[in-house]
């Protein structure tokens, strides 16, 4: 087969959001002078890029671990911390390098402002998210997070309400929330606090897509941005393949005249997308 014509293109708006840039610049720059640093929880939801970068010295580290850790220095990722975490780190004398993304920190200050209020607050989001304790901390544990509107129970819920999201849902589905408890005669303190970065991905992917005939998505496993950007680009181009690294790519996919097009979340580096057109490339030059 001689792949006359096949065509590769990297989605120039994939890649890193600026939250997730500043963390690991933050993170690089302590390794390349000391070699080694601490960070809590996985920097980025990328198994690939968390090797690269445990490969210079840096260590994933726990909750359960930073209880028994002193006098070192932590990195606190994109994602954001509860106040819980910062009075630990003042007990045992720990550096916090505070990598929280700052569209992270202004929703935390908004959460921690409503709660002040004595307002009762709703978020929707991931049960579990990093992000989403550190909203629940700003209210003492009192917030309802909730990943799905039936899970609420619109009888039970106070009259009125301040709702917020995680940064990274779909736009759509929040404001579609909204609408329905205003439905149920809730009244509701409306929070935007979508990150335009990352809900401006939905809409660039939808038309990216349609451009190629086949679509190779790229993002961690555990990325919640990866699955939603996956399902959008797998709407518009039922010729999409999600793949976790290069390794997974099966050249089986690759066909004489395709146009390829690549992409992934915000928690994918650039060079991981590059990876997988260069590995299409040199086969397609080594079949030639």
């Known amino acids: 087969m001689t792949y006359q014509q096949l065509q590769v293109e ?9 939250g997730v840039v500043y963390a690991i610049s933050m993170a690089e720059d302590i390794l390349d002078s000391e070699g080694q640093l601490y960070c809590l929880g996985d920097i980025v939801h990328n ?16 909750h359960e ?4 850790l002193r006098d070192a220095k932590v990195l606190i990722r994109a994602h954001g ?4 975490t910062y009075e630990l780190a003042l007990k045992n004398n720990l550096e916090l390098i505070d990598a929280s993304c700052p569209v992270v920190l202004k929703l935390q200050n908004r959460v921690r402002d409503s709660y002040d209020e004595g307002l009762p607050i709703l978020i929707y989001g991931k049960h579990g998210h990093a992000e989403v304790i550190g909203l629940q901390g700003q209210t003492q544990g009192e917030a309802t997070v909730f990943m799905n509107p039936d899970e609420l129970d619109y009888d039970a819920l106070p009259k009125k309400v301040s709702l917020f999201s995680q940064t990274t849902k779909s736009m759509d ?14 009244e509701v303190d409306f929070n935007d606090t979508i990150c335009r970065q990352v809900s401006n991905r939905e809409p660039e992917l939808s038309r990216f897509a349609p451009r190629f005939n086949k679509i190779i998505f790229v993002a961690g ?4 941005n990866g699955k939603v950007l996956f399902e959008v680009c797998k709407a518009h181009n039922p010729n999409t393949w999600f793949i976790s690294s290069v390794e997974e790519l099966d050249m089986s996919w690759i066909e004489e005249g395709d146009t390829i097009g690549i992409c992934g979340a915000t928690s994918t580096p650039l060079w991981q997308m590059e990876e997988v057109r260069d590995k299409i490339l040199s086969h397609v030059s080594e079949s030639v």
């Open 47 to 62: 198994d690939v890029e968390v090797a690269r970068l445990k490969a210079k010295g840096l260590q994933i580290i726990h």
């Open 10 to 18: 990297i989605d120039k708006n994939s890649g890193f959001c600026f």
């Open 81 to 84: 911390e509860p106040p819980s």
């Open 221 to 224: 496993k555990k990325s919640s």
């Open 173 to 186: 589905t929040y404001y579609a929330i909204a609408d329905k408890l205003r439905a149920k005669g809730i």
């Open 65 to 68: 671990d930073l209880t028994n």
